[in-house]
């Protein structure tokens, strides 16, 4: 079992960028995926991002394709959501969750962080 926090959350301009991380305790966290979702007031849901423990696996949603970038280090147990081009719909918190197997739905994802609040002023 892991438990991911998650940091790196802001108020940030349209077309700035942010970088958010997903670390956890245990060495177990290198054989994990992990996915991010965000959820903003009064929409659904979205899951945004997904890597597998091998990095040889990414998913992106079409809305933050081409902007969005997910990698890991598994030397610092860390896994990064960078950020670009952001746009004020991108406002929402995000969450990480982390899997023993990889997917692209947060289905797949068993344990999930608080989140971390991402504010995007037009």
């Known amino acids: 079992q892991v438990q991911p926090v998650e940091s790196g959350g802001g108020l940030v301009q349209a077309g700035g960028s942010l970088r958010l991380s997903c670390a956890a305790s245990?060495?177990?966290?290198?054989?994990?995926?992990v996915g991010w979702l965000r959820q903003a007031p009064g929409k659904e849901r979205e899951f945004v991002a997904a890597i597998s423990f091998s990095s040889v696996r990414t998913y992106y949603a079409d809305s933050v394709k081409d902007r969005f970038t997910i990698f890991r280090d598994n030397a610092k147990n860390t896994v990064y959501l960078q950020m670009n081009s952001l746009k004020f719909e991108d406002t929402a918190v995000y969450y990480c969750?982390?899997?023993?197997?990889?997917?692209?739905?947060?289905?797949?994802?068993?344990?999930w962080g608080q989140g971390t609040q991402v504010t995007v002023s037009s």
């Open positions: 245990g060495r177990t966290f290198n054989s994990y995926a």
């Open positions: 969750g982390a899997a023993p197997i990889y997917g692209t739905s947060a289905a797949n994802y068993d344990y």
